[in-house]
């Protein structure tokens, strides 16, 4: 077990302990396409999903996963930053407001995807997030659905947030 020390902007002193192997032993029902690092290199949140972070790269995540990926220290409106081009993500006060944000990780599901990805697991909350990651998922269907098979070029932004939940929108 590896203990990490945690701090940004919104916590002061975070610790939690790495209790799996970086990238291994997830639960069977959670099985994302992308790595955290993959979805970074790949342009997702417009770049600026740590603003607020000092030096826009978390302290507790590997400095290898943010080689080569375009970060902005605002929030890019537009979605250049994105692999689609386009914004598809709201603001972080909008998942405030909605309570989907978990004390000890004040940036949302993917900063917890992260430290899962990381090792860290914390009963009762990584089966609220890949209940969420299960439900998200519904936007493939739709894809599937009012798609051709391979045409990255419809439903965009559905492709975009899809993305930002680890599924690989460029295979459907």
């Known amino acids: 077990m590896k203990k990490i020390l945690y701090s940004d902007n919104f916590q002061t002193q975070y610790r939690y302990t790495l209790t799996e192997a970086k990238g291994k032993h997830f639960d069977p029902e959670f099985k994302p396409e992308l790595t955290p690092q993959e979805m970074l290199k790949l342009g997702v949140f417009g770049g600026a999903y740590f603003i607020g972070v000092d030096g826009l790269i978390p302290s507790d995540l590997p400095r290898s996963w943010f080689k080569g990926v375009k970060l902005s220290t605002t929030r890019d409106k537009q979605g250049d930053l994105n692999y689609f081009g386009l ?5 972080l006060k909008v998942w405030q407001q909605k309570g989907w944000i978990y004390i000890d990780d004040p940036h949302g599901w993917f900063q917890w995807y992260c430290r899962y990805y990381m090792g860290r697991r914390l009963l009762g909350e990584d089966q609220r997030q890949i209940k969420r990651w299960k439900a998200f998922r519904r936007h493939a269907g739709q894809i599937k ?6 045409d990255i070029t419809c439903r965009c932004k559905q492709r975009q947030a899809l993305l930002h939940w680890g599924y690989d929108s460029r295979k459907i």
């Open 87 to 91: 914004p598809a993500s709201q603001p």
């Open 145 to 150: 659905k009012n798609c051709k098979k391979g």
